[in-house]
């Protein structure tokens, strides 16, 4: 059975008030839709597939979106996004396929302009997009690197303002690719993790117990972490490890394990923005 809870809450010009709302977002309008993916040249407002200068021989491939303000010769802000893995689905009709294609929290926090927009793969040893946990961990680290480089070099992206985000799978790969090393942990102004987080969801990686390594490597820089329900226990982990850092907590007031809530009018969409757009505002002065 699924939780009830009054809610009263302004989407897009309507409003829900002191009704019973099954407590599920997929029953919250979207004020935001992903546009599709393409194969055509980068444009401004417009999703297309890439894959990365020395990667063609290669079936890795990301998915580049420029933001409606875009031109050339102009520098902006990137974001870039990590996938949960693929498979899911549950009872709330969460699902997720694992792909760079599903990605939507840098076109919903973004709202489509301002940002450029990076759905980064997680590379297999086959050369090919892994659509569950790693793949290759090397291969995923540089074609990382690679692409940010590429992005920041052909469209302008700054990279003094590249923060790393993630559902799922990728909240975990937020701390567990994004601080792997000293190297890659340099890429990012920030980071957003929504729904679990590396050292206290186990998975596949034969260096999973060196998580308070990985999580020192991130500083002062700014980390946004959510989940759905409730953030405590991840708040309480970090608080246990003795790492101290610049950590914002938020909770999803929903149960359902999905990155949806960007693409809606919520409160939670509205402070994780407001997050985003201080964190690349003071790495912007540096």
Request: net charge positive; glycine share 12%; charged share 20%.
């Amino acid at each position: 059975m699924f939780s009830w809870w009054l809610i009263a809450v302004g989407l897009s010009g309507t409003r829900l008030c002191t009704e019973e709302v099954r407590l599920n977002l997929n029953a919250v309008p979207a004020m935001l839709t992903v546009p599709a993916v393409t194969r055509a040249a980068p444009v401004a407002g417009m999703r297309v597939r890439a894959t990365t200068a020395g990667w063609t021989d290669k079936a890795a491939y990301h998915v580049l979106y420029l933001p409606t303000d875009w031109a050339p010769g102009k520098t902006f802000p990137v974001i870039v996004e990590y996938a949960g893995n693929g498979g899911y689905k549950n009872a709330l009709g969460d699902t997720s396929d694992g792909t760079v294609d599903g990605c939507v929290m840098g076109y919903g926090l973004s709202g489509g302009r301002g940002f450029i927009w990076v759905a980064m793969p997680f590379v297999g040893a086959d050369g090919r997009n892994a659509d569950k946990w790693w793949g290759d961990v090397e291969a995923t680290k540089r074609y990382c690197r690679e692409t940010v480089a590429e992005v920041c070099r052909r469209y302008g992206g700054d990279p003094r303002r590249v923060v790393l985000a993630g559902f799922s799978r990728g909240a975990i790969a937020c701390n567990y690719i994004g601080l792997h090393d000293d190297e890659i942990a340099r890429l990012w102004c920030g980071m957003i993790c929504h729904s679990h987080y590396d050292g206290i969801f186990r998975h596949p990686a034969p260096d999973l117990g060196a998580w308070k390594e990985r999580l020192q490597r991130l500083g002062a820089r700014p980390q946004f972490i959510s989940h759905e329900r409730s953030v405590e226990r991840t708040r309480e982990w970090i608080a246990a490890s003795g790492v101290k850092g610049d950590f914002t907590f938020a909770a999803l007031p929903f149960e359902n394990h999905s990155a949806r809530w960007t693409l809606c009018d919520l409160p939670i969409r509205r402070e994780a923005r407001a997050w985003l757009l201080r964190c690349v505002g003071a790495a912007g002065e540096r």
